[in-house]
């Protein structure tokens, strides 16, 4: 059973944005952090921002900060990861995955539900 689910992967242009979206079905153990990560072809899964609970804090990685923004919608069970100023060294798979504890944890094994995952793909 699919507990949570990515969309809003696509195609764009450098320069260019996309919202994706993690929906949590409801089979989720609550609460949980949710975390975005992404995979390039050849490369390691890595993680890109994190949000916790109730909203209330954030985390980013470097290679994203100013750039991406994550934010929690509580009543659509809907997290959200707005991208700005794409470039071509963000296309990967993103995916979005909860981990039980506190905001701040960036490794993937503490994540303990995942989603399939969405293509992104920026063209240079």
């Known amino acids: 059973q699919v507990r949570l689910a990515e969309s809003g992967g696509g195609l764009v242009q450098a320069g260019g944005s996309l919202r994706l979206s993690c929906v949590d079905s409801?089979?989720?153990?609550?609460?949980?952090?949710t975390g975005w990560f992404r995979r390039a072809p050849g490369k390691e899964r890595e993680f890109v921002a994190a949000?916790?609970?109730?909203?209330?804090?954030?985390d980013y990685a470097n290679s994203v900060r100013g750039r991406f923004t994550i934010s929690r919608d509580t009543a659509k069970n809907t997290v959200y990861l707005q991208m700005a100023s794409l470039e071509p060294e963000d296309t990967a798979v993103y995916y979005c995955?909860?981990?039980?504890?506190?905001?701040?944890?960036?490794?993937?094994?503490?994540?303990?539900?995942w989603g399939q995952g969405t293509q992104v793909t920026v063209s240079s």
């Open positions: 949000i916790n609970w109730s909203g209330t804090d954030t």
């Open positions: 995955a909860a981990n039980p504890t506190r905001i701040g944890v960036r490794t993937p094994r503490y994540y303990n539900v």
């Open positions: 409801g089979r989720v153990v609550r609460p949980y952090t």
